[in-house]
């Protein structure tokens, strides 16, 4: 496989559960990330790993939980969210973090439901 | 704030030019991206000015204008597979990469 790929692609649970994103690259990017897409709202960063240390972290509330085993994976543990929450989650890799030309390469994305 | 503004929406027809455009503030300005993105789709990088003027990949060209705050992306020949949204996205100096809210863009026969 190539690129960066999420599972699963359409989440629905409810405000009790316990479930977890993931995405995976096979670009060999040093950082990784996860953005939150709500309908006609600009991408929110929400965290940020680079070289598989948690670099940023955008005052996303304690319910979503994020974690890097290594360079080439990444998580977002849910648990006790809100129907606010309810977006498309987007993971991304870039070669390393920097300010210049770093092109993102996303993920198709994970579509979550909170009932 | 560091905000990027977009129009929501725009319609065009098959074969005809549309240019999108995108402003920011220029304090700490250090490169402008453009990305496409199709219905539950990723978005995909089309371009990226970091100095001012005029560049051209095919169909599609992306301006800058720094000392303006102001960028366009113009699509010719419009083809109904460009019928997506396009992001603006501006980094500056303090690895911050702000996102505008995306443009819609409808492709009409």
């Known amino acids: 496989e190539t ?22 690259q096979h670009l060999g990017h040093n950082a990784m990330y996860w953005y939150k897409q709500s309908a006609k709202k600009p991408l929110e960063l929400m965290f940020v790993y680079s070289l598989e240390e948690r670099v940023e972290n955008n005052s996303v509330p304690s319910r979503f939980s994020p974690e890097c085993p290594n360079s080439s994976h990444l998580f977002l543990h849910l648990h006790t969210l809100q129907p606010e929450d309810s977006a498309l989650y987007l993971c991304a890799s870039s070669q390393d973090r920097g300010a210049g030309a770093n092109v993102l390469t ?8 909170v009932l | 704030g560091q905000n990027i503004d977009q129009p929501t929406e725009m319609t065009a027809t098959e074969g005809a030019i549309v240019q999108i455009n995108c402003t920011y503030q220029t304090s700490g300005f250090n490169g402008l991206f453009w990305y496409q993105q199709h219905a539950g789709e990723a978005p995909t990088f089309l371009s990226y000015n970091v100095l001012d003027g005029l560049e051209e990949k095919g169909r599609f060209s992306s301006f800058l204008s720094r000392s303006k705050g102001y960028s366009y992306l113009l699509l010719k020949e419009l083809q109904m597979k460009d019928s997506a949204s396009y992001l603006c996205a501006v980094i500056y100096s303090n690895y911050q990469l702000i996102w505008g809210a995306g443009t819609k863009l409808i492709i009409k026969p």
């Open chain 1, 3 to 24: 690129g960066v790929t999420q599972t699963p692609r359409h989440l629905v649970m409810g405000m009790t559960n316990k479930k977890s994103l993931k995405c995976e």
């Open chain 1, 106 to 113: 996303f993920g198709a994305g994970s579509r979550l439901t």
